[in-house]
């Protein structure tokens, strides 16, 4: 099993690009969430979702889109990346109130 | 919004020594997770605490759980350079729905030879 995995691995964009990251697992997760990860901040959940066709928002979704159309992949948009975005995102899923399997991270820098 | 504060934010030490890193919350957890996360990587479980009063251990890792579910520590004995890394805390409160895990912002450790 590859667990949690993450593409890319590295991104830099302009300020009004968009782009996806992209995020599957194959452990047949119910839930699965966005993070992001900044300097002395600890991770800020972006959105989750509970299973395919449901999400919600966390505490920072501005600026991002997600959605869920199957169970293993977990897509997050961002429409018009602002150097506020530059951030290390982390993808999760999980199954209940258990254990999060995070994947290895995207580094993105908007100049 | 419940808010996880994680004391202290750094700590460095030489190989060999004792420490304890701090997790509280003025509002009840309904169970505390502990993570640790190395420089490239993501967050990786140690363990998941339920029950008030509740320690677990783990080889030379002691996690505790306040009596009123509202605090939790972890004790690292005679420290070693592979526990250098970020020591986070998350929780579901109370009334939290499935996948609203609250992080703390950590607590960066370092561990010198």
């Known amino acids: 099993n590859a667990g949690v995995t993450q593409t890319p691995k590295f991104q830099v964009l302009k300020t009004g690009q968009s782009m996806t990251l992209q995020c599957a697992q194959d452990m047949n997760h119910e839930y699965m969430s966005w993070y992001r990860q900044d300097p002395g901040m600890g991770l800020r959940l972006i959105h989750y979702s509970v299973g395919a066709g449901i999400t919600d928002q966390g505490e920072v979704p501005n600026g991002y889109n997600v959605s869920r159309s199957t169970t293993e992949d977990f897509p997050l948009r961002l429409l018009s990346a602002a150097p506020s975005q530059t951030s290390v995102y982390f993808c999760?899923?999980?199954?209940?109130?258990?254990?999060?399997?995070f994947g290895p991270g995207t580094r993105l820098t908007v100049l | 919004t419940q808010l996880l504060e994680q004391s202290p934010q750094f700590l460095s030490i030489q190989e060999g020594e004792n420490l304890t890193v701090y997790c509280n919350s003025s509002s009840v957890f309904s169970s505390l997770q502990w993570y640790r996360q190395e420089p490239g990587e993501g967050p990786v479980l140690l363990v998941t605490?339920?029950?008030?009063?509740e320690v677990k251990k783990l080889k030379r890792l002691t996690f505790q759980f306040g009596d009123a579910r509202k605090d939790s520590s972890l004790h690292i004995t005679a420290a070693q350079t592979g526990d250098t890394g970020l020591y986070l805390c998350a929780s579901m409160h109370y009334g939290g729905s499935q996948g609203n895990l609250i992080f703390g912002k950590g607590t960066k450790l370092s561990v010198k030879p």
């Open positions: 605490v339920v029950t008030g009063g």
């Open positions: 999760a899923s999980y199954q209940g109130a258990g254990e999060q399997f």
